[in-house]
């Protein structure tokens, strides 16, 4: 069980170690409690192509990064707190096999695996420390997710207007509420959406005028009832990007990358085997 690791010296090695990876560019990881259950490559749907990102999985955070030296150095260290995460396996696609999607309340992605066992051992541990953490904290799930940006290379046209055709004059640009692929025209408004960033945010027409229905709905039965559970405010980790996604590559970060390695799961009987689910 994981909880044997909380206070072992290598679970606090580990962490060191992944600390030290990611250098000044991340944020301190070693906290009273917390365990590194896991960590490996996985491939993540950017906005223009997979990539290669790896992850760590800790019992109250998933962890991710672009890999600069593989095991040695990483950078654009990304934080998600797992109360906020929900799985939603893919069906095999073609080349994009092994995927899954998590998502998030103010960022959803999807990710793929080597292999189908490794998938189902990703999911499986992932699931697990949502679990055990939710019912640890008392806290409730993340009721509501962000929306999974389409990716540029299958929208040629504007979704929305079906007419605008992407140049490299005419930009594509994502709505922030549905993920959709769309035209200026079609997104010139922008709509407060509190999970994802304090300002508001570019959002198709289709959305705006939804988003816009359903606030006067709201204001209306606000006049009865004042509190609305929804308001949640900004939440601290900057997802107030402008229109480019973050996941730049660095130079040696080949977009073809395959770690050989298979992703490594501290929570067993043993720490040297991975494969091992939790044993109760
Ligand atoms: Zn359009
Ligand atoms: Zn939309």
Not at 16 to 29: A, D, N, T
Not at 99 to 107: E, F, P, Q, V
Not at 221 to 245: M, V
Request: proline share 4%; with cysteine.
């Amino acid at each position: 069980m994981v909880d044997r690791l909380v206070n072992s010296e290598a679970n606090a090695r580990r962490i060191e170690g992944v600390e030290g990876c990611f250098g000044s560019s991340g944020q301190p990881l070693a906290v009273q409690g917390r365990v590194l259950v896991g960590e490996g490559v996985l491939t993540k749907m950017c906005r223009k192509k997979p990539k290669a990102r790896q992850f760590f999985l800790f019992n109250d955070i998933l962890v991710y990064g672009n890999i600069i030296i593989n095991k040695k150095k990483y950078n654009k260290q990304h934080v998600i707190p797992l109360e906020e995460v929900k799985l939603e396996s893919l069906e095999d696609d073609g080349q994009f096999r092994n995927g899954w999607l998590i998502r998030t309340a103010s960022k959803s992605f999807a990710v793929f695996a080597a292999t189908s066992t490794e998938k189902h051992e990703w999911m499986a541990h992932i699931e697990k420390c949502i679990e055990d953490l939710l019912r640890k904290s008392g806290k409730k799930a993340a009721e509501e997710h962000a929306a999974v940006w389409v990716p540029d290379s299958e929208a040629h046209v504007c979704m929305h207007c079906k007419r605008n055709q992407f140049t490299v004059l005419n930009r594509r640009h994502h709505c922030r509420k549905c993920g959709a692929v769309v035209c200026g025209p079609c997104s010139n408004k922008k709509f407060l959406l509190p999970n994802q960033a304090s300002k508001p945010l570019r959002v198709c027409l289709n959305c705006y005028d939804t988003l816009s229905k359903a606030k006067a709905q709201n204001n209306q039965n606000n006049l009865n009832s004042k509190n609305d559970p929804r308001d949640k405010g900004c939440l601290a980790e900057s997802s107030c990007e402008d229109d480019t996604d973050d996941d730049e590559d660095n130079l040696n970060n080949r977009p073809d990358y395959q770690s050989p390695d298979q992703p490594k799961f501290y929570g067993s009987a043993n720490a040297d085997v991975g494969n091992d689910q939790y044993s109760k």
